[in-house]
């Protein structure tokens, strides 16, 4: 993808040209470009080596010379080529190609799935702990009924059988101890 501005010259005094300048460089004659290499078919390689700006340094020397620069020409472009290839590095290190996202997003939606499934089990487990936990409850509940009802039979049998020695005749008693204790 080239960047084409729109036609413009960047000189503004046409009374500069002459024998001894060369043409005027037109701001269409500065070609740049943000190049793309093939790294979305290796999404392990680190993207920030994998975009670079691509533009014509000389016509830009041309440009700063005609406007009065000498010899500092080539060293602000090199300076200019410094700063924008870093903070192209920094730009494109917080970006990822689209396959890299595809893949990020795979393994978040595959993570998720693997929880989801984890809860499923957790779920059920956790069920079957209740129901086991409150089938030991009815055990336990209807050996208190049966501990209750042997008790509260016993504490009669007792009850009854002190009433009748204290108002029974003895001979009456005999009989009735026998039957109860058979």
Request: contains cysteine.
């Amino acid at each position: 993808y080239l960047y084409k501005p729109k036609w413009k010259l960047f000189r503004s005094k046409p009374s500069t040209f002459g024998p001894n300048h060369s043409r005027p460089v037109l701001s269409s004659e500065i070609n740049a470009s943000a190049q793309t290499l093939q790294y979305d078919l290796k999404p392990d390689v680190p993207q920030a080596g994998g975009r670079k700006l691509f533009f014509d340094t000389h016509a830009v020397v041309r440009l700063l010379e005609e406007n009065g620069f000498t010899q500092q020409a080539e060293v602000l472009v090199q300076v200019l080529l410094r700063t924008t290839s870093s903070n192209m590095e920094i730009i494109y290190s917080d970006m990822v190609t689209k396959v890299q996202q595809e893949i990020s997003l795979l393994q978040v939606m595959s993570k998720i799935a693997a929880v989801k499934k984890d809860m499923v089990i957790l779920e059920k487990s956790e069920f079957s702990t209740l129901l086991a936990e409150n089938e030991k409850l009815k055990v336990q509940l209807s050996q208190l009924k049966v501990q209750l009802a042997v008790s509260s039979c016993s504490n009669g049998k007792t009850l009854l059988i002190s009433n009748i020695l204290c108002s029974a005749p003895p001979f009456f008693m005999l009989n009735y101890l026998s039957i109860i204790l058979l």
